[in-house]
């Protein structure tokens, strides 16, 4: 059973930096693509930012490029999403996800991952 559990999420003001983590059970990441998505209440599910199942490439949305940076510690099993400069439209709840082992299609696609985590809530007030 694979499970991945986020963490890192909370209140935050405008201008200010969060990082979120996700660590898994049940599959080492070493050889699996992971991403981060986030929620807004009333939309849907939309991609954040990837990193390949090597750890080679990694990829963002247009609207956190610049600002977001995913990273990986296969020694930790965990992925890391550093959040900066945050806007109040960052605010959502994020999840992060795990494909199948080397996967290497569309990352920013929800169908790309089989396993998700239950979600972590970041607010940015203004």
Not at 12 to 39: E, I, K, M, P
């Amino acid at each position: 059973q694979v499970q991945l559990v986020e963490s890192g999420g909370g209140l935050v003001q405008a201008g200010d930096s969060l990082r979120l983590s996700c660590t898994a059970s049940g599959r080492t990441f070493s050889s699996h693509a992971n991403g981060w998505f986030r929620q807004a209440p009333g939309k849907e599910r939309e991609f954040v930012a990837a990193i390949s199942w090597n750890g080679g490439n990694t990829y963002y949305a247009d609207s956190v490029k610049g600002r977001f940076t995913i990273s990986r510690d296969n020694a930790k099993n965990t992925v890391y999403l550093q959040m900066n400069s945050l806007k109040p439209e960052d605010t959502a709840v994020y999840y992060c996800a795990v494909s199948p082992r080397y996967y290497s299609g569309n990352y920013a696609s929800l169908t790309a991952y089989d396993y998700w985590g239950q979600g972590t809530q970041v607010t940015v007030s203004s």
